[in-house]
């Protein structure tokens, strides 16, 4: 099996033969019969490559690969290293070793793998269902839910944030003092946002009247999130402990974005778990017997 140790033992040059090594053999299980006419663009001995055949290989790159494939400098650079893999390949089936059990056994796990690949990719490509795609949605809809809220950061000893000039370094129990006096200000009537300039600490947000803007789940620091997503519309929270410090938490608008809105995503999010139900599919059907006393249990 053609591991990534043995890949490594090799010159950067070489390691794009491996790439185009792989490239060819998928090309060769999904290439149709070229149109005519349809010229030949490179010769290695006596093996001819047409335009579609090669314009195929390049096909089965690496995705991010097949953008720098396009100019003909690259396509040339691309056929020379294609050219030598035959030069090769050709090469060592003169000497047979092709037929050495070793070789055959790499030969036939790259197949597999080449083919286990592609339906995997297949079955990840699958069109599901709006029924699908709506009961994803309905089971995840925490992922689309969307948090507008301001607050007020009060550092302590330990903080993320580092300090102001000529600040002083309170303690856990200062800044949570601290942290209780800013909040009775404001439940008091003092305007949040002014509050926010004067006291935050957190500069990003502070200079702004405290405005974090709208945040999705995973987006804050699980502490905060969690108190974020719980809150009231316009409750102001109790001081939240954070790594960062303490939090005053006002939230000014909660939403789920509708399904058609984010029915893109769903798909894109669904997909992996469609693919995943295939797999578990095929391995059902397919007997599995492992000799627990060579493996282990």
């Known amino acids: 099996m053609a591991t990534n140790e043995s890949i490594t033992r090799y010159p950067d040059s070489m390691k ?5 090594a792989g490239a060819v053999i998928a090309c060769g299980q999904q290439q149709q019969p070229p149109p005519a006419p349809d010229p030949v663009v490179l010769m290695v001995g006596n093996e001819r490559i047409t335009k579609s055949e090669f314009e195929g290989i390049l096909a089965t790159l690496p995705e991010r690969q097949r953008p720098d494939a ?27 070793l092709d037929q050495t059990p ?34 994803y949605y309905d089971a995840h809809k925490q992922e689309w ?58 500069a990003g947000t502070g200079a702004n009247g405290g405005e974090l803007g709208s945040f999705t789940r995973g987006r804050m620091v699980p502490e905060f999130e969690k108190a974020a997503f719980s809150l009231p519309i316009g409750e102001l929270s109790e001081p939240v402990k954070s790594p960062f410090g303490y939090h005053l938490i006002q939230v000014e608008s909660h939403k789920t974005k509708p399904f058609e809105e984010v029915r893109a995503d769903v798909e894109q999010k669904i997909k992996p778990e469609i693919a995943k139900q295939g797999l578990e599919a095929v391995k059902k059907k397919t007997p599995m017997t492992f000799d627990e006393s060579y493996f282990g249990k």
């Open 16 to 20: 794009m033969l491996f790439i185009l």
């Open 70 to 96: 396009q100019n003909p400098a690259a396509k040339r650079k691309i056929a020379e290293q294609l050219a030598e893999i035959k030069a090769l390949a050709h090469e060592a089936r003169e000497r047979k």
């Open 102 to 135: 070793r070789i055959q056994t790499q030969i036939a796990l790259q197949t597999d793998q080449i083919l286990a690949n592609t339906l995997y990719q297949d079955m990840s490509s699958v069109k599901p269902s709006d029924a699908t795609l709506l009961a």
């Open 145 to 202: 839910e969307e948090v507008k809220a301001r607050h007020i950061l009060i550092r302590m000893q330990g903080s993320r944030v580092p300090l102001k000039p000529n600040q002083k370094d309170i303690t856990d129990a200062e800044a949570l003092a601290k942290a209780n006096e800013v909040r009775a200000k404001i439940v008091a009537g003092t305007d949040f946002a002014a509050v926010a300039k004067a006291e935050s600490d957190d």
